[in-house]
């Protein structure tokens, strides 16, 4: 079989074909590069590398499964296949295979935000009581995961704090006990899924050359947005061959508040010297005038790779720039082009409005309500985030991991067993001074003492439940969680929740029946006996992408969120001073902050394809008061030739508008709700 190159530009076969040896290939916004990607990987297989020598390393699952499938579609024979996955899955997969070698038992649960944030509770609370819990607990969490984001340990970030005389030195104490607990239950948190695989792969000579004699070679997506942890991950992996190629764009880095840092595609020629430089510039997304404007913008940033977009899709039309006089008239007149736009053929979902703060979207929200136009926020309240599911999900843990003692917290009253908060935390307390799991202290509490026989006797029953179900757990995993949460009596916690409301009530076991359905598809998939797994890659899939949304529905999302996505239409609202750029970004961030604003901006216009529409308000409600407002001098900084300005536009409003918005826009929300 021969692989055809000929769909490619001059750049992208130079980047595909490109030999051994470090490659960057500076991939601009709609220019081709998963094509690359998967071409190269492709290429490399027809050139003798076995298929499961090749390492891709993606930031989403949804891009891993995309690769994969045009993979698919260009070489049918994928055996062996390329080892395609995100960071965080990777570091999964080692950590499960290299879990003796750090201490931790082959089972271990991955702790997620809400599991963090308990076991910090207790720590600080131990620490300074409950007032630290409550106006530290937040910063502390972020200056945690900055420091495993950075590759710093916890006696590193101790040292840190005191040379500096920092005030951070209650979070570095608390990393320390942190991380001491999370080894005592043998649990990982997310952030761990790339702290511990480097920590390994730095420490350990055996299990590096392991690792660096299984890949011959990495290809790493979206490099722009690795952190130190992943920059050191993909390093090491690469070893000494230095047979690793990046893909990316220094001029869409977002992400400096999750810890990525720009400066690591900047200095890839330093990192490597040898190392190949290809420059795509030719971009199949946008007509000529949305990036000529995105040029415009982004050419100001003074540390970049010198890079310039070129349409492929012919001049496009000049951009509308409308004025209002406030935010109100700026909703009515957006939300009007989109039902124009509908008319013209153009379907919701192939439309969008991107907002720099969520807090934007109000006014928007109540015109497309007023309208009936169907639209999802990107970024709302999870599934998984549900509490019923999160019951559900502990209580699964439990029964793979019987000493997650988060797990066995969250659900010790839940449904109600007679626990009070100070039963519970002589529970807690008793166990931690006894280095045992909360599950084994329930079986010792004529020890713990203290405890009421209505918590005796509620202990016994979830004991009870939970090895009864444990039983079934490697033959039927959904058997065994409909049968635990039969055996506690957990519809009682959902009839509380619901509190009479029977649409609510059956909301809510729906959900519990949806997880359940969840898991009989993944054992159908992948067989029995791996709950574990199932409740693991929930965790990683969660992290690292959004749910997908069916049928034709408006998008509304941030400039952040929109980074990977397009739409035929898009609508840049609220372009002010103080929105983009961010007060609080040119405030804690100087120059660097201004510009990454700046490529902020430049990702939301690379994101329409046909047609791009900017907005600005003149007064904006802030803080209860009208506010004047001022251009952004991102505006400013596109040139006017490309701009169809038009000031201060009222729009138009129905009789119905004009009336009584307020009133009727509360009676609709009642009623929906």
């Not at 750049?11 to 998967?38: D, F, N, Y």
């Not at 131990?126 to 630290?132: F, L, N």
């Not at 379907?347 to 934007?360: E, N, P």
């Not at 918005?661 to 009623?671: E, K, P, Q, T």
Request: proline share 3%; glycine share 8%; hydrophobic share 40%.
């Amino acid at each position: 079989m021969r692989l055809d190159l000929t769909p490619l530009n001059p750049e992208q076969h130079a980047a595909v074909i490109a030999g051994e040896g470090p490659l960057l290939v500076l991939a601009g916004a709609g220019t081709g590069k998963t094509r690359v990607i998967t071409y190269r990987i492709a290429h490399l297989m027809m050139q003798g590398v076995p298929g499961d020598q090749i390492l891709g390393i993606t930031f989403t699952n949804r891009a891993a499964k995309e690769m994969r499938e045009r993979l698919e579609k260009m070489y049918p024979d994928l055996d062996p296949a390329p080892h395609l996955s995100t960071f965080h899955s990777l570091g999964l997969a080692i950590l499960r295979e290299e879990h003796a070698r750090i201490g931790f038992r082959k089972r271990f649960p991955i702790y997620d935000d809400g599991d963090s944030r308990a076991l910090l509770s207790e720590i600080l609370r131990d620490q300074g009581g409950a007032g630290i819990v409550a106006t530290r607990l937040d910063d502390v969490r972020k200056s945690i995961s900055r420091w495993k984001a950075r590759f710093v340990t916890p006696l590193a970030a101790e040292k840190e704090a005191e040379e500096l005389e920092d005030s951070d030195f209650l979070a570095a104490r608390a990393y320390y006990h942190y991380e001491a607990r999370l080894q005592g239950l043998n649990a990982v948190d997310f952030d761990d899924l790339i702290y511990r695989p480097v920590r390994l792969l730095k420490e350990d000579d055996e299990a590096r050359a392991t690792w660096n004699r299984r890949f011959q070679h990495v290809l790493v997506d979206e490099y722009q947005d690795t952190n130190t942890a992943q920059y050191h991950f993909a390093r090491l992996l690469a070893g000494e061959k230095e047979n690793i190629c990046v893909v990316g764009d220094d001029d869409q880095s977002i992400y400096a508040f999750r810890g990525a840092e720009v400066e690591k595609i900047l200095s890839f020629r330093r990192d490597f010297p040898l190392a190949k430089i290809v420059t795509l510039e030719r971009n199949y997304r946008s007509v000529g005038t949305i990036l000529d404007a995105a040029n415009g913008v982004i050419a100001n940033n003074p540390r970049r790779h010198a890079k310039r977009l070129r349409s492929e899709r012919g001049a496009g039309e000049k951009i509308p720039f409308l004025s209002f006089e406030d935010e109100v008239a700026e909703a009515s007149e957006v939300v009007s082009r989109i039902r124009g736009q509908k008319q013209l053929g153009v379907a919701y979902a192939d439309q969008a409005i991107l907002l720099r703060s969520a807090i934007q979207a109000r006014p928007f929200e109540e015109k497309l309500r007023f309208f009936e136009i169907p639209y999802t926020i990107i970024g709302g309240r999870s599934f998984f985030d549900r509490r019923e599911v999160r019951d559900a999900l502990a209580y699964l843990r439990l029964l793979v991991h019987p000493e997650d003692d988060i797990a066995a917290l969250r659900i010790l009253n839940t449904p109600r067993r007679g626990w009070g908060e100070g039963s519970r935390g002589r529970l807690d307390d008793w166990c931690r001074k006894n280095d045992v799991s909360i599950l084994a202290g329930l079986s010792r509490l004529d020890e713990v003492g203290g405890i009421s026989a209505p918590a005796r006797e509620g202990a016994d029953g979830l004991l009870r439940a939970l090895a009864g179900a444990r039983l079934a757990v490697e033959s039927d995993g959904p058997a065994a969680a409909r049968q635990v949460l039969e055996g506690v009596g957990y519809d009682f916690a959902i009839r509380d929740m619901a509190g009479g409301d029977l649409s609510e009530l059956e909301h809510r076991r729906r959900g519990i029946e949806m997880l359940f359905e969840s898991l009989e598809r993944y054992e159908e998939r992948n067989g029995h006996g791996k709950v574990d797994q199932f409740i693991s890659g929930l965790s990683l899939d969660r992290k690292n992408d959004d749910e997908d949304q069916d049928g034709d529905v408006l998008t509304l999302l941030t400039f952040h969120g929109a980074k990977g996505l397009e739409f035929k239409s898009v609508f840049l609202v609220g372009i002010e001073e103080d929105l983009i750029p961010h007060r609080r970004a040119i405030a804690e961030g100087g120059d660097a902050g201004l510009e990454e604003e700046r490529r902020l901006f430049y990702v939301a216009i690379t994101r329409a394809q046909d047609h791009l529409v900017l907005t600005r308000s003149a007064r904006r409600r802030r803080f209860g008061k009208d506010t004047e407002t001022v251009e952004s001098r991102f505006a400013v900084e596109i040139p006017d030739e490309l701009l169809d300005r038009k000031e201060v536009i009222e729009a138009d409003a129905t009789p119905l508008e004009k009336e009584d918005v307020g009133g009727f826009l509360s009676r609709i929300r009642d009623a929906i709700e």
